[in-house]
């Protein structure tokens, strides 16, 4: 018995010595990668580009994490445990712009870095937020798809993901405010697919069935793109009606051969990523400072200059069609 | 007398989707052009299926809350095993898929039967593993529309007959079940059980088989439905048909499938699907609010189990003529 306390107690002083020499020796920033759910193309895509901002800055641990289903419950388990944890710095994508306020203001009070970004946390539950594009660019880059396409206008109709999605909603808005400057195009209707794809499929069913001169299908969402091209595909009105939007192109790819979509857009989410890593990693070293005007380094990415709001975007949306579409469904 | 009751329930289901589909019809003529119901009813064979599978087993007096989540694993499955040696024949995947459900039911049916866990806590819990295995088995991956091989896609849009094939399985499973329910000694089986398991031993029915049965076939209908939703939307991903569970568990309490067992009929649970069917391809054409449509199909479930309510009401016998108005 003694033998056995004995034993149990020398390990446990060797595990507590080894345990302080290593957090002594390691100075290893880590940071916490924060997505809307574990399994989602876009999301480990981005987690590819916090490891190449990682392996860039030399002293950085990546933990990616999230819950596997996108509920704000389930990110503020994550963000809870990541405080216990004591990590650096948490950068999240958020599945509640209000909801994840008390735990992240929490972490906050621990002296964790916070950032959000692809979408955003309130003012003050995070130091600054991070925005792929400007939204101002992608209302007026979707609404530009599809107008690409239709030389002598047409009716057009959104199809978006649910009625209270925060970034579609912004997207569309933005997209309504320069729709004069594209003369012709006609926005019909916007209809909400809830980003699973039977009901996005049916809503766009929906959409052909009730204008019959539909010339395009906006969805600035990647579930509901996929299931508005294979009901344009279905209905045999590929090449008829082109699916445009927002989309990956892992996902796409296909349906760009087949003809209905001829183009749609995306940042790089292997980008913002590595973006929102670097951000991170020049909060909590003290490099940078988030207040209204600064202006904080991205490594390769440049700079983002941050508005009233601690808000800066990454860069302009880019635009996959067919001529590059083969390189890039490999990557995400 | 129940008979009766039961027929003319049907019948009202059946009058209640003619008259709603003739009130869509007022406000958006195309929906019912023929070739928009064919439509209809191929969009809700999938609805039809499951809800024929879930059916058993709620006659049983259980419940499989794992279906959607069958669905997925065996869709994602499948679609992998596709990505993987494209040649591999339709009739193949089919029977995979089917053997595959039936096996993620018989351990639903076995945790059931051996364990005698309640089916509502059994199947939630299987629902999230099966979930889990999805992610385990993608990686968190999606197969997409190019990933998949043309006769995979093209099996359940092949048109026979002016029909889909998705329809036509449809059918073949309701004529099926239909034979089942109310020919075979177990059909039979499945109604002495749900309607009172204790008389139900003393004529010999083992009735935990017999629920075990009923979830193989639930099983064995979500694994064949896993296939079809796959290749029909042309994408696999851990969420889809997420929440589709619910929309079953619906259809057949609309259809007039009695929640403690031993009551409802294939018919019964056809139309409730229809039912829903009709109203979700609906709301799209008319123009109604997204935040309507959540309400409208709510409403629809809490009168249809108004409806059961009122007619499941038993009658009690008045043996004291005295006492009668006294209380």
Redesign the interface.
Known sequence: MSILKKLLTSAVIAATATAIAGSAHAEDKRIALVVKA????FF?AAAKGAEEAAKELGDVEIIYTGP??TTAEGQIEVINSLIAQRVDAIAISANDRDALVPALKKAMDRGITVISWDSGVAPEGREMHLNPSSNALIGNMIIKLASDHLPDGGDVAVLSA??TATNQNTWIEEMNKVKDNYPGINVV?T??G?D????S???A???M??YPDLKAIIAPTSVGI??A??AVT?AEKAGEINVTGLGLP??????V??GASKSFAIWNPIDLGYSATMIAYNLATDKAKAEPGAEIPMGRMGSVKLDDNNEGAMADPFVYDASNIDEF?DIF | MIQNAVKSREAILALAILAMTGLIATR?P??IRPA?LA?VFN?TAPLIILALGQMVVILTRCIDLSVAANLALTGMIVATINTVAPDIPIGLIIAIAISLGALLGAFNGILVWKLDIPPIVVTLGTMTIY??II?LV?????I????MSEPFKHFP?ATIAGLPVLSWIAILCITLFAVIVARTPLGRAFFAVGGNPNAAVYTGIDVGFTRFMAYVFAGALSGLTGYL?VAR???A??????G?ELEVVAACVIGGVSIAGGIGSVAGAVLGALFLGVV??AL??I?I???WQLAISGSAIIIAIAFNARAQRQKGRVILKTAEHAT
């Open positions: 574990l399994g989602i193309g480990e596997t289903d649910s009625a209707a209809v909400y809830d699973l794809a039977d009901k499929y049916r809503e069913q929906g959409l069935q009730t996929v299931a091209a294979q279905d892992s996902e796409m790819a296909g349906h051969k087949s469904k | 958006f195309g929906f928009n439509n969009d979930r889990g992610f993608s990686e968190g991956q999606w997409n529309a190019h990933e849009r939703w939307y042309a994408v991903y851990v969420d889809i048909a997420g589709f979700k391809n799209p054409v123009n609010s997204p935040f």
